[in-house]
């Protein structure tokens, strides 16, 4: 709680350490703190802040947009963790215990107007949480933005569609200002003691695996291309008769040594996304919008995008079940096919990999942008293209290493096989070679 410059905490006693939390709307929270790279050291004589001109602590831009992201179109946005703040003693003016469990700390007014400066000293810092705390303020700014930007249009003409943009970024906007945010306070914590913190609580996290983050989309009755792309990998991998029959390893399987399975439910589904959304950002945003909206970006680049707008999604799988259907059955010799294991599910060539499904995915985007669309889900126009790189060698480990880079060697080898170079100057030639040296 905060009121007339006073901080209502609970204290929390752990290992003989003491520290206070408490529950802050997001607009109390900016009033005694926000984002800054400057990092206070000491105070002089006036109480004056003195900055470590060394460190400046930097976010990644690209992360604190995701936050603002998600706190602007995700209805279910949510902060379950809290914000670890320092208190210096020098901007604490009384302390109050009102009871064994609860303390009042009375803070200098100068702490609430230097925030609202622009270049105003920050007492108050983020010890844990900056990327949070910055994200919130992108939220902020870019919705007020957006209400500024229409209210300027809308000064000098009607528009039914913009007033209503207007009314729900004003309505997100006070939603957001009014999130409540979990706060915890110490007391002039020592620099070694902030960055015990912020490494503690930063080191120990485990990341979620994303096998687990895609299966969780299957539980949601909401829409999504995450939820979309897990559908189309479970379907391929649970049908006898497809190409990709028990050859993923799905989150939560059991597999015997030898029998896991070359590639992972995270990355075939990831792999699908990529040719919905045109990047991992947009990914996360096309959740919220519906699917007809992302006919709008549709490019040849993200050839499932169109089938995902219109809510075509068998015709994705029947594609990809076509193409592979066609991988496995030109793709051999002396009847028994390179795509195919035997005894196990350890890979012998490089098209069991990976790597080798990552590039014949990078192969059939191009075939999609020459066939007929009534052709896209028949295993003979694939055939008629694979056939003419029947010539390589997919067992030759030294220029197929199971390795990342094979993935672009697999590439150009079959993209010059079924369209061949007219001349050295093919730029595919060029690029080839330069990953064979690398």
């Keep these: 709680m905060l009121h007339n410059n006073v901080i209502q905490a609970q204290k929390v006693q752990q290992n003989n350490q003491e520290f206070y939390v408490a529950v802050f709307a997001i607009n109390r929270v900016l009033e005694f703190t926000k984002f800054t790279e ?243 950002r947009d990914a996360e945003n096309d959740r919220f919008r519906p699917r007809t909206e992302l006919l709008k970006n549709a490019s040849p680049n993200l050839p499932f995008r169109k089938y995902y707008a219109q809510n075509n999604d068998n015709f994705i799988t029947d594609i990809l079940f076509s193409f592979f259907t066609a991988v496995k059955d030109v793709f051999s010799s002396d009847g028994f096919s390179y795509w195919e294991f035997t005894e196990n599910t350890k890979p012998a060539n490089i098209l069991q990999t990976t790597v080798g499904y990552q590039a014949l995915l990078d192969i059939l985007v191009d075939i999609l942008k020459e066939i007929q669309e009534n052709e896209k889900d028949t295993v003979g126009i694939y055939k008629s293209y694979l056939g003419k790189a029947t010539n390589l060698n997919f067992e030759n480990v030294s220029r197929y290493p199971f390795t990342s880079k094979s993935r672009k060697i697999l590439y150009y080898d079959l993209s010059l096989a079924i369209w061949p170079a007219v001349s050295d100057a093919d730029v595919r030639i060029s690029k080839l070679y330069s990953v064979l040296n690398r």
């Design 38 to 280: 400057r990092l206070i050291v000491g105070f002089d004589d006036s109480n004056i802040p003195i900055y470590n001109p060394e460190i400046q602590r930097r976010v990644e831009n690209t992360r604190v947009e995701k936050i603002a992201d998600f706190l602007i179109n995700d209805p279910d946005a949510l902060f379950p963790t809290n914000i670890v703040v320092s208190i210096p003693s020098a901007v604490i003016e009384s302390i109050n215990n009102i009871s064994n469990t609860t303390i009042e700390i009375g803070l200098s007014s100068k702490v609430f107007s230097e925030v609202k400066r622009h270049d105003g000293d920050v007492y108050l810092t983020v010890i844990d949480g900056q990327h949070r705390i910055r994200g919130i303020e992108r939220a902020i700014y870019r919705l007020q933005s957006d209400i500024e930007n229409i209210n300027r249009i809308l000064a000098n003409s009607k528009n039914d569609k913009l007033e209503r943009k207007r009314s729900d970024s004003a309505r997100l906007l006070a939603n957001l200002m009014n999130l409540n945010l979990i706060v915890t306070f110490f007391i002039d914590p020592t620099l070694e003691f902030q960055a015990m913190v912020f490494s503690t609580i930063n080191r120990t996290q485990k990341s979620v695996p994303q096998s687990l983050v895609y299966s969780l989309f299957g539980l949601t009755e909401n829409d999504s291309p995450q939820k979309t792309a897990l559908q189309i990998v479970l379907a391929l991998n649970s049908f006898e008769k497809s190409p990709f029959f028990d050859r993923v390893k799905l989150h939560g399987g059991n597999y015997g040594r030898n029998q896991s399975p070359p590639l992972t439910q995270a990355m075939m589904v990831k792999s699908i996304i990529d040719l919905i959304c045109t990047n991992l």
